[in-house]
């Protein structure tokens, strides 16, 4: 598939405004929409593998972006030594109890012969594991969440380069996936639209309420960082000295330059996975997931196996959302539970794979580096808009109070109004699949 000089056109404008934000207001504001842009369109890759390939309907995006962050706190975090010897290898231990708990329940589920027998030997081996796990679990939890609980309180990482995290990301939320489309994938699009959503919140909520994992709603901050620290640069003579002879202020010179070294990263990421995007999509494999997506009961008839393949793509996508999550935390150097809501991390994801355009690689990027722009920029723009039209009102006016109180919600306005113009439009998207 390649881009016609309409779609060339769709992105020049794109990074047309990106640019002008940059002449026009800072290049430090252009560059972070620029970089998490990238972010997003990762994400909204995603998305398309799942529902512009193969029909899928996932509404817990959110749950595996938010796996994905922590990957990048579980792997680049140093280990606090306290809390493992408080009681790290006793929660190692509890998990793995549960676990095998659950594997030996299962297999006799599988083994044993139907009847009484049975279910009262399932249901033996689940409770006596669960007490099991919650005597190992529980007082090891409280022991790590004693240990200087103002910066930490929980077991920490790896302490291994944060670059490492990004493909450990990408492995938790495609584990995450794998459980959820064993279960899920044989059910009707909306049960799984309703599975993945529930899956999604209770992910949040373990990240919220597991403060020895993720230190909850406290957060954890100091995430290190794949490029220097502005303050560094700031520090290096011959930095400053460079910038100085360059004309340029070394404080804003060394923002600048740590942001275009993250937007380096993450353009290799997303060219990567745009390129392997593209080879799977025009390969049998793609041609399969597509033909499985138009018709599955012709695709059965002809002997493919869909739940095999809908599970397949489910957790590549899925993957693909982990690795941004990973990134996107990676960014902003912290892990904050509290701040992945569906309204941004699922509802916002979904426009730009829809204004885009389905089932085109190319499409759902163009969405992801538009829908961003306009989710940062629209607030104010609004704002100036309402202050021009009430110019002329009197202060204390209610109706001036009014608009100039509701121009925060003009992002939300503005991203349904778009939406339902390209579905009046455009409706397979400003790229459609072709």
Not at 216 to 226: A, E, F, L, T
Not at 242 to 262: E, Q
Request: glycine share 12%.
């Amino acid at each position: 598939m390649t881009l016609t000089p309409r779609d060339m056109a769709l992105f020049v404008i794109v990074f047309a405004l990106i640019a002008a934000t940059g002449f026009f207001q800072s290049w430090n504001v252009a560059l972070g929409i620029l970089n998490m842009g990238l972010i997003s369109a990762i994400m909204a890759l995603g998305v398309n593998m799942q529902w512009g390939y193969a029909g899928l309907f996932n509404i817990g995006v959110m749950g595996f972006v938010a796996l994905g962050g922590l990957g990048a706190v579980v792997v680049s975090m140093p280990p606090v030594g306290e809390a493992w010897a408080a009681g790290g290898l006793r929660v190692v231990l509890a998990l793995i109890t549960g676990a095998v708990a659950i594997a030996a329940a299962a297999f006799a589920w599988r083994r044993l012969p139907k009847g009484a027998a049975r279910a009262a030997i399932l249901v033996a081996m689940l409770v006596v594991g669960f007490f099991l796990f919650r005597w190992l679990f529980d007082p090891a939890v409280a022991s790590i969440e004693k240990i200087n609980p103002a910066i930490s309180g929980y077991l920490g990482g790896l302490g291994l380069p944060v670059l490492f995290a990004w493909p450990v990301g990408a492995v938790l939320a495609a584990g995450a996936a794998w459980v959820v489309g064993k279960t899920a994938l044989g059910l009707r699009s909306d049960y799984l639209a309703i599975a993945t959503l529930g899956i999604a919140e209770i992910i949040i909520a373990v990240l919220k309420n597991e403060d020895w994992l993720s230190r909850g709603v406290k957060n954890v901050i100091g995430i290190p960082r794949p490029v220097p620290y502005e303050i560094d640069l700031q520090n290096s003579e011959s930095f400053v000295t460079r910038m100085t002879n360059w004309g340029y202020d070394p404080v804003i010179a060394s923002s600048i330059t740590v942001k275009l070294a993250y937007t380096g990263l993450f353009l290799a990421v997303l060219l990567i996975l745009l390129w392997l995007s593209q080879a799977a999509l025009n390969s049998p494999w793609g041609r399969m997931m597509r033909a499985i997506r138009d018709n599955e009961v012709a695709a059965e008839a002809m002997g493919k196996d869909v739940t095999a393949r809908h599970l397949q793509i489910f957790i590549l996508g899925s993957a693909v959302c982990g690795l941004a999550g990973a990134m996107m935390t990676t960014l902003d150097g912290q892990l904050t539970p509290a701040s992945y809501q569906p309204l941004r991390f699922t509802f916002l994801v979904w426009v730009m794979v829809i204004v885009g355009g389905s089932g085109n690689n190319f499409g759902a990027v163009l969405g992801g580096f538009l829908i961003w722009y306009l989710w940062i920029m629209v607030e104010p723009f609004g704002l100036f808009l309402i202050q021009g039209i009430t110019a002329g009102m009197s202060d204390g006016y209610w109706l001036k109070d009014h608009l100039l109180d509701s121009a925060a919600h003009m992002r939300l306005f503005t991203m349904g109004l778009i939406l339902l113009l390209v579905l009046r439009f455009s409706p397979r998207g400003l790229i459609p699949e072709r």
